[in-house]
């Protein structure tokens, strides 16, 4: 049985809102990034596991 217009729809619906979310997600991932390393020395050997300096401190 062929699928009907209506299913072709509501796959096509289905796609779009997963790719937008995907999209959404991406653009999260990026941003919170950018913001983590934003006014860091790029050239600092040091992980980035906190603010505080605790990594460097041995705590």
Do not use: K
């Amino acid at each position: 049985m062929p699928p009907s217009a209506v299913d072709e729809f509501q796959r096509a619906i289905l796609l779009f809102v997963l790719g937008g979310i995907v999209t959404l997600s991406t653009l999260i991932m990026i941003l919170r990034g950018h913001n983590h390393w934003r006014g860091r020395d790029p050239y600092d050997p040091t992980p980035a596991t906190g603010r505080d300096g605790a990594h460097r401190a041995g705590r």
